[in-house]
């Protein structure tokens, strides 16, 4: 849900930063050499969180970017009211959110084979749908108290509570249903 907040509030965000409209490189806006940077750096966290797991493990990794991740928040809430460190914080919001894309899929296929993967995949985009749902509640936050930094609060904690869960709740129940399965001869 965070990531598609930042997907669907970047615009309102630079705008309420004073930064849309102001010129950036070669004529473009912070805004739109923004969505160009957020769209790259998701493209590339997919393999370089690939990578990074198939080293720490899915869990582990999750655990990192999600931390990552919230530490971006506050990174634009304190530094992104300059043209380029907004380009840079928003970018780096997108680049520890794009991990999903690549871990999700993976870390479900680990955990319950390969055998029922496409349903599984369209259970993973069913979630990301719902999570959709809350992005309206970001509005209603900075609406209530006119400010981003608020919002930004809300989404890196979310963030937080994420990492931990994957690292001390999914991680040990995907470790058990391993050990059980390789108990029971496979």
């Not at 490189?25 to 750096?41: C, E, K, P, Q, R």
Request: include cysteine; charge should be positive; glycine fraction near 10%.
């Amino acid at each position: 849900a965070t990531g598609l907040m930042a997907t669907a509030q970047i615009a309102p965000i630079a705008k309420d930063y004073g930064l849309s409209n102001t010129t950036l490189v070669f004529g473009a806006t912070v805004l739109s050499v923004a969505l160009v940077v957020d769209n790259v750096m998701n493209g590339a966290a997919r393999p370089f969180f690939g990578w990074v797991s198939d080293h720490l493990g899915r869990e582990r990794t999750m655990g990192l970017a999600f931390a990552l991740s919230a530490g971006c928040y506050g990174l634009l809430a304190v530094a992104g009211h300059t043209p380029w460190m907004f380009v840079i914080c928003a970018g780096l919001i997108f680049f520890t959110w794009g991990e999903i894309f690549s871990l999700f899929p993976s870390l479900c296929t680990d955990t319950f084979g390969p055998k029922h993967a496409t349903a599984n995949a369209s259970l993973l985009y069913t979630a990301k749908g719902t999570a959709a749902l809350l992005v309206p509640l970001a509005n209603t936050l900075q609406g209530a108290t006119g400010s981003w930094g608020s919002v930004f609060v809300v989404a890196g904690s979310a963030a937080l509570i994420v990492a931990v869960l994957a690292l001390f709740v999914l991680r040990p129940m995907r470790l058990r249903m391993i050990a059980r399965a390789e108990s029971q001869g496979g």
